[in-house]
């Protein structure tokens, strides 16, 4: 019964500290913040592959926006995005998509919410520099709108 308790609190600690369990739907709206013009195209204002490239841990940073007003999305650029980059880069433009287009590459969205309740990471990169290329041409190309050029 000890060893039962123990766990069961080791668990439940566990959990309170990781309370990004919640599940990302796949019909909800991510934005990718994009502080570089060298990833999007200025002629017609698209996003170019590179902006969804993983870091080096492997991570794409995004956000979660569906339900937010314009003003709340573009605050949560300035705010924790632009704000915690560290040459603090303005945020220039953002590119939207939907979850599912991210699930249907075979990637994955993990809530990581230590930044922001609505942080999470696109996650399950394929170790090859090649693939990785691959999946953000698609995420690119597939994206639901143009770049959005913040005014």
Known sequence: ???????????????????????????????????????????????????????????????????LTEVAVWGIGDEYVSKNHPDKKPILGRGDLLASTIFKLGLALYPEKTVHELH???????????????????LAREINCKLILKN
Not at 11 to 16: D, K, P, T
Not at 122 to 138: H, N, Q, R
């Open 1 to 67: 019964m000890k060893f039962l308790k123990k766990l069961l609190g080791s668990l439940f600690g566990y959990l309170e500290k990781h309370k990004s369990f919640d599940v990302i739907g796949a019909e909800e709206n991510i934005s990718r913040f994009i502080l570089e013009s060298s990833k999007y195209r200025k002629s017609d204002h698209t996003v170019k592959s590179r902006a969804f490239l993983p870091n080096k841990n492997g991570e794409t940073s995004v956000y979660r926006i569906s339900n």
């Open 120 to 138: 999470a990471n696109i996650v399950d990169w394929p170790s090859e520099k090649d693939e990785k290329m691959d999946l953000a041409i698609e």
